[in-house]
């Protein structure tokens, strides 16, 4: 009898951990204009807006990567990235 009740309070226990999978919120994907906005947005310069246009992107041989896009406000920008992972943000007149 003890082992049918805790058998019960494990398939209760499971149901509960089941029915509550769906309230969980899940992650969602980042797009690469919403990736160039932030990082924009966290240099501290203005973007207007969370995504970006125009994205242009240039690899090097030695890995460095140039990156030209434009934000909803009209300002431009040039991100340069070293190999190393190290970003750096430059408006464009």
Do not use: F, H
Not at 22 to 30: C, E, F, H
């Amino acid at each position: 009898m003890k082992w049918m009740m805790k058998k019960c309070l494990l398939s209760g226990g499971m149901l509960l951990l089941l029915l509550s999978l769906p309230l969980i919120p899940s992650a969602q994907a980042v797009t690469k204009s919403e990736d160039i906005a932030t990082t924009i947005i966290l240099r501290g310069q203005p973007c207007g807006g969370n995504t970006v246009r125009g994205i242009s992107e240039i690899k090097d041989a030695a890995g460095n990567t140039v990156i030209k896009a434009t934000c909803p406000n009209g300002q431009r920008y040039r991100l340069d990235i070293s190999s190393d992972g190290r970003v750096s943000v430059t408006p464009l007149r």
